[in-house]
């Protein structure tokens, strides 16, 4: 079993490994476990299809600066560089770089902040304005994936803290 | 084709997703088990065969899903319902507040709170420790997140430990998560229309 305090969420979130939390934590330890290994699959998965690992990183560090968690930016922000693949994705992590001239791109990151900031927001619409830009089915569900996952984990990062900081 | 449902229900709707499903016959090794397909359980919905687009991230969401929501001790199941409800409002997913919904008032055998809800959304009044668990969750689930030390010490204050805290965190959050696949794939459409 992973150390639950190596996964991304618990670091991120500052919480010690002696505090009172600690025994709420370990009888959840299962969760945090399969937390991590949904972290992996969401951002270095086998079959990465048109969302390159070092994108899926830049996105992550896009949304969680998106949710003004800095902390799991800096985690994505590393995960990023230590990825291969061209600098300029490193863009995307920008949450006002809006994809220049790139259509694909820029409907990956339309998609991405809407879904993440205002997902009430969403209609049926948006689905054919991806397709129409060019992104695959396969590839829709893989970046609907990771901004969802990601909606989980910050907010999962943010509740162990405020844990953390009341015990 | 009938139009979407927009307005909160606690009668679970029918899902009609929006990116085409895969077909079980055309499934691969990995999608099929991702998909938990065995010889005795060949049916499988056409949202987790929208999701299974996505084999890898489909198998782990699968058991960390099903151990957040029943996994014993902790926070009881009514209230994890009602973290999962109070996700649900804030993103409007229809479909996700209507199976949570139904599954707070079968748990907690009272119809009561999920009506107030429906009818006044995040500001429904409900009883204390209800109120201090439902404005958690919808806090928790803007964009960004809202909550801050007064809401933890409400939970405190109703009477929740550590580990009921954790697990409403967790319940909550998971649906920031579901929310934003089943509201964004698919749309919830009245089951009478289903052929």
């Known amino acids: 079993m992973t150390d639950i305090f190596e996964t991304a969420a618990v670091k991120a979130s500052g919480i010690q490994m002696d505090g009172p939390l600690a025994d709420a934590l370990s009888g959840r330890s299962d969760i945090l476990t399969m937390t991590q290994q949904a972290h992996d699959a969401a951002l270095k998965p086998d079959e990465p299809g048109g969302l390159s690992h070092k994108m899926r990183a830049a996105l992550s560090c896009r949304i969680a600066r998106l949710s003004q968690e800095e902390p799991l930016a800096a985690h994505f922000a590393t995960l990023m560089d230590s990825a291969s693949g061209p600098t300029e994705i490193g863009q995307i992590a920008d949450p006002a770089f809006d994809g220049g001239s790139d259509a694909w791109l820029r409907a990956i990151l339309r998609h991405t902040d809407l879904v993440t900031t205002d997902t009430k927001a969403v209609v049926a619409g948006d689905i054919p304005a991806l397709t129409d830009a060019g992104v695959s089915e396969d590839d829709i569900v893989r970046l609907s994936e990771v901004v969802a996952f990601l909606s989980y984990q910050i907010r999962l990062t943010i509740g162990l803290r405020l844990i953390g900081d009341a015990s | ?195």
């Open chain 2, 1 to 195: 084709m009938s139009d979407p449902i927009h307005d909160f229900t606690a009668v679970v709707p029918h899902w009609r997703p929006r990116v085409t499903p895969i077909k079980l016959e055309d499934a691969t090794p990995d999608q099929l088990d991702a998909l938990k397909v065995t010889p005795s359980n060949t049916k499988v919905s056409e949202y987790v065969l929208v999701l299974a687009r996505d084999s890898e991230t489909l198998r782990e969401r699968t058991p960390l899903f099903n151990a957040i929501m029943y996994n014993r001790g902790g926070l009881s199941r009514a209230e994890r319902e009602l973290g999962a409800v109070g996700a649900s409002i804030v993103n409007r997913c229809v479909y996700c507040a209507a199976v949570h919904a139904s599954r707070y008032n079968q748990l907690a055998k009272d119809v009561s709170v999920i009506e107030r809800i429906f009818a006044d959304g995040e500001s429904a009044e409900l009883s204390p420790r209800q109120t201090a668990i439902f404005s958690f969750a919808v806090k928790l689930s803007k964009s960004p997140p809202e909550v801050s030390k007064d809401d933890m010490a409400a939970l405190t204050a109703a009477g929740l430990g550590p580990d009921e805290v954790l697990d409403l965190v967790l319940s909550a959050a998971l649906f920031g998560w579901a929310n934003r696949l089943m509201h964004t794939l698919g749309d919830p459409i009245e089951i009478a229309e289903q052929a």
